[in-house]
Structure formats: C-alpha cells, structure tokens
C-alpha cells in the first residue's frame, strides 16, 4: 500500500474539513443570538461573520470616544486625529484610495462662525424700544454678515410659514412679505387624515429650516420662529440654548444666511402689541386648526458680533473592486458620520460631548465591517466603498459634498447603507429600515432579516416625529438619486420586552443624546452590538451579489434625480 495520499483522496478530505467548519459556524451563529436560518446564507460570508469581534470595535470606540478627541466636532483637533486614524484603519485592510494623489481624505472646505457678546436684537414697540438679550431672549439659527438689519424693518405674522401646494395650503396669501420679517409659529396645521400633512405625522413642512426657505422665496429679510407649547413636550428654553450654542457650519460655498432667530416663550406675546390678534389668539387657533395670517405692529432691527473662521474638514473614504468584469463598475456605499458636537455648555460638570453613541460605535462598527469585507474570498461582484462622512452634526454637510463631488459615480452607486447609531440595550428580534419603503432596498432587507429569524416593523409612533430618514447622511445620498436607507434596531427585544425597550430608548434620547453623557462610561450590550454588525454585514453583501439593483418605487421623490444622474452619466 502506498503511503502516498489519492489527489482526489486530499480533495474530498479538503471538502470534508470545510464542512465540519461550516456545520460549527451554524452552531456558533445558533449561540449568538437570534437563530440563523440556514437556506440562503453563502457560506463565504460565515467566518468573516462570525470572526466579527466586540473586542476589536471596543477598541475603536475607546479611542473615538475618548476625552482626547474632545467630541470630534467639524474642523478641531480631535476630529482630524479622527480621520487620521479611520484612513490609517483603511490602508492597513488593504483598501485602495479613492482620489488620484493616492489619498484617503476628501477635503471639505467648511464655515464657521459664533455670535459673540455685544449682539444687538432691537424691537420697536409702540414707539418705544427694547432690547433683547442673546441666550436669555433668543438664539440664532444663522451667524455672518448676511444676518445685519441695521435699519428697523416691519414684521408680519404667517401662521405656520408653510406654502404647500399638494395639501392646497398657502399661509401666504395677499400677504405681502417683501423686505419684512416673517414671524411663523413651529409645527404645521393639525390633521388625523394621513392624506393631509401626513395625519399626526409630521412632514418637512414642519422644519424651521423649510419654513425659513420659503420666506426667503417670497422675499422676506429674515424670519422669527414662536414656541406652541403642546402637553407632550414640555417647553425648555434651556434645552434650546443648549442646542443652539454650538458653531454654526455651512459648507464655505453655501447660500449666504439671512437673519432667522426663535424667540423665548414668555417674549412672544410682545411681538402682538396692537395687532388684531394676540400671541393668546394664535395659539388658539393652533389647536382649532383656524390659524390666520395678519401684519404686526412691531419693527425689528439686529447688529450681530460674531467670530468667523474658513477651514478644512474630511470625509475618509476607501474602496474595494468587486470580482465581476462588469459588475465591478458599480459600488456599494457604506457610511457613517464621525464627528459630533464637540465642547460645549457645561452639563453637571462635564463639556465634552463624546458622541458615543451618535456616532462612535456606528464609525467603530463600520470599521470592523470594513476588515472583515476585505478578507472575503470569494470577494462579491460588485464593489464596496466605505466613508466616514464629517460634519452630519451641522447638516449634513461632509455628505453633501460629497454627492457635488463624487469620488466614485454616482449613478453607478446602487445603494447606500447608512449607519448611525448601533443596538446597545439588548439583542432584538425586529429590524427598521428607515427609508427602505420607498425603494426596492425593502426587499433585500426583508431578504436578510428571513434569515436572521428578523421580523421588519416600521419606526414606533413615539419616534415617528422625529421623521428619522431626513436626519441623518441617508437623506443626502437619496436626494443624489441613490436608494438609501438608515438600518436600526426595533424594539421587540429578546430579554427587555417592547416596553421596557421603548423606556430605555425613551430615557437614552431624554438622557444622554447631544449631551456629555453620550460617552464611554455608559452601559453597552456585546451581543446587541454583534448581531447588528453582522446583520449589517449580510445586507452589503446581499447587495453586492445581487443580480438586479435597487430602484426607487414609482412616485417617491428622488425617482428624477436618479433619472438625471444617469443620464449625464454622473
């Protein structure tokens, strides 16, 4: 007998080892959480799965959520430690770079600028006039040279501000607003028709920064936003001067900023002094849905002192081609947003806001995504492209740059997946597509949640008004014509329940969101934190396998831009 080994004896053992680590790879995923379903799952992408480690994304965490990086807010210090550690990470998984000097940055050229002491808000009352206080009377949402009235010009109450042809509502008719400060109250007209305004839904009409841009359309100088107190959210000024005193950042080529401001509660009513009707009045009519537009008695003029700088930012971006001749061309798109607030208004103590879970752990966790893609072999057809976007704190606006100046086309990038924020409290057993309704995403996602034993729910009606999928980059991406979509947890947890899920979420957005306490010493569940890595995992490459691409339903409003993109081959 031979001593040597059969060729085709070594291949049949080679097979027979893959398959006992196959069969202790189902087992391992059956311990993890949740229960795999087995039909469908491609065995290339169970070790990089289950080789995913929480040791590893703690790591990054510790070092991007650390007071070193003092909140990696747009342009500091800490934000480009940030970004130089996210390409180093990138280089050293053997992603390529996407630019031709062989870099992994995009710059962002970026604005900003803080209102200083001695600005001058003056209101002209009945020939008297008074000044108010910044902070204590009211705060701005714009900063700069455009924001100067410096001779008093009249004001005029516009209800909600809203002009919106497909509800056939316009608070601006025979209203002349020319040169004027429009006041508008916050929120949007009340409806239980989903028809109307989206029922008790709100829509973008609802946003001061849509309200602000149609009175700049209809030739407003500027525009005063008015508190409507409602019994299920209490009003806090300190809340909003909280979140108000932060740097104002605008992309360095944006739209100048015209004067737009919101004023304390207790203030408003000064603004009705002889007019037909009181700040009483119209809030009355908020809840009546008889909401009246009329002029104002009132003047206004405003002197700002502000501190200005012009600097550079970065989006950190790599990119892995796929195994197809063809498919290859086209990318699939991972993001998520590194920075966060920074310094500011001391709570308890504490300045630093570490953005831990907004967005730390996503940055961490798209991070260990993005070593584990590099080592799959068979790697996927299509490509991958991973970016940490800067500045999604102030708009969006590492992410809107990037779609004016695409590094890879964008009419060849099927999909992007969004990651902001990551499962913390408990393993779960349901899973929100935010935005994946309106496009064909929906069906991978409901793909990959068969086989993670997943059921899909939408976003729970106590978060609903937030309007999640214009809030994060997803937005940005989907106005370029991508299909995108933000992927989160639902509340059907495995140990916690759905109420004590939705308390925790609750307490976590009340407690720690845009705070100090949004950092390294709070409590953060392994197992939650893997099964949403390795879902997102799954999704990226059920996509980057898939045959056919992802398109937008027929009707949602990002169809045209797709559509244009394609066409000018952008």
């Known amino acids: 007998m031979s001593n040597q080994t059969p060729h085709n004896q070594g291949n049949c053992t080679t097979v027979a080892l893959r398959s006992i680590r196959l069969v202790l790879y189902l087992m391992l995923l059956s311990l993890a959480g949740p229960v795999f379903s087995q039909q469908g799952l491609n065995p290339t992408l169970l070790q990089p799965m289950m080789s995913i480690s929480y040791d590893s994304i703690r790591a990054h965490l510790n070092f991007l959520g650390s007071d070193s990086l003092a909140g990696r807010a747009a342009g500091t210090e800490g934000e480009r430690l940030a970004a130089k550690y996210l390409a180093e990470r990138l280089e050293s998984y053997g992603y390529e770079p996407i630019d031709r000097n062989q870099d992994y940055l995009q710059s962002v050229p970026l604005h900003g600028s803080q209102p200083l002491d001695g600005c001058e808000l003056l209101l002209e009352i009945a020939g008297g006039t008074r000044t108010l206080e910044l902070w204590e009377d009211y705060v701005l949402y714009n900063t700069g040279a455009g924001t100067f009235i410096p001779q008093p010009v009249r004001l005029v109450f516009a209800g909600y501000g809203i002009v919106a042809p497909e509800y056939d509502y316009n608070d601006y008719i025979n209203l002349d607003v020319a040169g004027a400060i429009v006041v508008f109250i916050e929120g949007e007209p009340p409806s239980e028709d989903a028809s109307y305004f989206d029922g008790p839904y709100p829509t973008l009409y609802s946003y001061p920064e849509m309200k602000q841009r149609i009175a700049l359309s209809r030739g407003a100088r500027g525009s005063i936003l008015l508190p409507a107190p409602k019994a299920s959210a209490p009003y806090d000024w300190s809340g909003v001067v909280q979140d108000f005193s932060f740097e104002h950042v605008t992309l360095m080529y944006g739209v100048p900023d015209n004067f737009n401001a919101a004023i304390r509660l207790e203030l408003a009513q000064e603004l009705f002094h002889g007019a037909p009707f009181t700040f009483s009045d119209v809030l009355a009519m908020d809840t009546t849905s008889t909401m009246q537009s009329f002029r104002l008695e009132t003047r206004l003029g405003f002197r700002g002192n ?49 953005g831990v879970g907004d967005n730390a752990i996503g940055t961490a966790v798209l991070l260990e995504l993005a070593r584990h893609w590099a080592t799959l072999d068979p790697r996927p057809q299509r490509s991958i492209q991973v970016m940490f976007v800067t500045a999604e704190e ?35 057993l349901s899973i929100v597509g935010v935005g994946a309704d309106l496009s064909t995403l929906e069906d991978n996602l409901e793909r990959v949640s068969r086989r993670f034993n997943l059921s899909m729910t939408g976003i729970p009606n106590l978060f609903i008004a937030q309007d999640a999928f214009v809030r994060s980059d997803q937005l940005a991406y989907a106005q370029a014509g991508i299909p995108s979509m933000l992927v989160v947890e639902g509340v059907d947890y495995k140990n916690l329940g759905r109420e004590e899920g939705l308390r925790r979420m609750e307490k ?30 799954a999704l990226a490459y059920d996509l980057a396998v898939s045959e056919t691409e992802p398109e937008w339903k027929r009707g949602t409003r990002y169809v045209n831009a797709r559509l244009r993109s394609a066409a000018e081959k952008r």
């Open 306 to 354: 502000f501190t200005q700088r012009d600097f550079v930012s970065y989006n950190v971006a790599g990119f892995l081609p796929g195994s197809d001749p063809e498919l290859n061309e086209t990318t699939v798109l991972l993001t998520a947003h590194y920075d966060h607030l920074g310094i500011g208004t001391p709570v308890r103590g504490d300045s630093i806001y570490n």
């Open 394 to 428: 102030k708009g969006l606006l590492g992410s809107q740059y990037y779609t004016a100046h695409p590094l890879k086309p964008l009419y060849r990038t099927i999909a992007n997946i969004n990651i902001d924020g990551i499962a913390m409290f408990d393993e779960f």
């Open 508 to 537: 976590w957005g009340a407690e720690r969101y845009h705070t100090p306490f949004d950092d390294l010493s709070q409590p953060i569940n392994p197992r939650a934190v893997l099964q949403h890595a390795r879902f997102l995992l």
